[in-house]
């Protein structure tokens, strides 16, 4: 027995990296999982390769049409939604005078308006359930910043506070809102963000006291606990999963 056992779950972002590695978790504990990813090719693949009643569908979560009807196609498909995680993120690193406002713009798109489209589609569902767990991914950079990252981190940051106030307007409803803030991983998008170099992850890991990057597993096993029954009194709440790179309050 899993301890989702039935459970219907959306995760964005599925179709590589920290979202496969949940979609995989929440599988394992018995949920049907919705691989929700822009990319419909991986997404399709991630829930192949879970296997059971898992779907791949294409989200693009920074628009509200697209977002809406992979909703509707799940409830369509299976009635209900049980949880939300809304995992998909995108940045581009740089120092912030040198940036450019069509990055900002997409780097606030893909992370804080895709958080609030993918909530505004899928949290009345839960409303009219009386059930319901939602989990934002949010980042280490938006609860303490981080160099070259000043505009993913104002959106991380808005990840964050939106996250407590949407607990607080949704406990009457019995459903749990709660954050989970990684640090540096070792995932696709690192790699492409030009930071898989060997100098930079070998002084990320003499930095971390647990000395190695967060995989996709250790994200996935904090968001499993948080979108179980288990946490039913936990709401509103932050957790980094930084292997104690950041231990901010």
């Not at 597993?217 to 979108?227: C, E, K, R, S």
Request: proline content about 3%; aromatic content about 6%.
């Amino acid at each position: 027995m899993g301890r989702l056992d039935g459970k219907v779950a959306i995760v964005t972002g599925a179709g590589r990296g920290i979202g496969r590695g949940i979609a995989e978790k929440l599988a394992a504990e018995g949920a049907k999982v919705v691989a929700a990813d822009v990319n419909e090719q991986t997404a399709q693949g991630t829930a192949q390769a879970l296997g059971g009643e898992s779907i791949g569908l294409r989200a693009d979560v920074t628009s509200r049409e697209s977002v809406a009807a992979m909703v509707s196609a799940v409830v369509e498909h299976f009635g209900r939604v049980d949880v939300l995680v809304n995992n998909a993120g995108w940045d581009k690193v740089g120092p912030f005078l040198q940036s450019n406002e069509s990055d900002w713009e997409k780097v606030i798109a893909i992370n804080l308006y895709g958080t609030l489209n993918c909530c505004k589609a899928v949290v009345p569902v839960m409303v009219n359930q009386g059930y319901g767990k939602v989990v934002n991914i949010s980042s280490d950079a938006g609860r303490v910043g981080s160099s070259g990252e000043a505009v993913y981190s104002a959106a991380k940051g808005g990840i964050i506070a939106f996250t407590k106030t949407l607990a607080r307007e949704m406990a009457r409803y019995r459903i749990n809102v709660n954050c989970v803030c990684p640090g540096p991983a070792d995932t696709p998008l690192f790699a492409e963000l030009g930071e898989d170099n060997p100098r930079l992850r070998e002084a990320l890991e003499k930095a971390i006291p647990f000395r190695r990057l967060a995989r996709p597993q250790d994200i996935a096993n904090a968001v499993a606990f948080l979108v179980s029954d288990e946490a039913e009194y936990i709401t509103g709440q932050t957790l980094s999963v930084s292997g104690g790179l950041t231990m901010a309050g």
